[in-house]
C-alpha cells in the first residue's frame, strides 16, 4: 500500500485518540466525540488517514442535528 499524496510507501499505523467536535457556537453546548482509532501515517510528508467507527460517526451526525435545530 502507498501514500495517496506523495506515493510513499514508508506507512506505520499507529493507535490514537481525536477529539472531534462541532466548529459553530451552537455546537458548544454538545460535547466532543472521543474516538480511539488506530491512523495510517506516512513518515515522509505526515499524510495521515483514519476511518471513524460507526457509533462515533452516528454520535457526530446527531450532534450535527441537535446543534442546528
Known sequence: ???????????????GELTASLPSLKALKVPPI???????VCLDCGFAELVIPTSELLSLKNAKAASSS
Open 1 to 15: 500500500m502507498a501514500c495517496k499524496a506523495c506515493n510513499s510507501e514508508n506507512l506505520q499505523r499507529l493507535d
Open 34 to 40: 472521543y474516538v480511539c482509532q488506530s491512523v495510517l
